[in-house]
């Protein structure tokens, strides 16, 4: 079922909640893609994880 079929408001409330959620568990890990200290990092991983915490927002890529 699509987010955008469900019609109880309290249902799409928490199912944008753990969107929420899911989302910040993945970005909590960014510090493994860039470090601030040395300004070095990994341009295309932090990249994937972008994308990836777009798509659990989203819940699809921006490609498609």
């Keep these: ?17 753990q969107r929420i959620y899911n989302a910040s568990i ?20 932090l990249a994937k994880l972008i994308e990836e915490v777009y798509i659990v927002l989203q819940g699809k890529s921006w490609r498609n």
């Design 26 to 45: 993945l970005l909590a890990d960014w510090d493994g893609y860039y470090n601030p200290k040395t300004g070095k990092g990994n341009a295309e991983e």
């Design 1 to 17: 079922m699509d987010y955008h079929d469900i019609e109880d408001p309290e249902i799409k409330l928490e199912i944008l909640q």
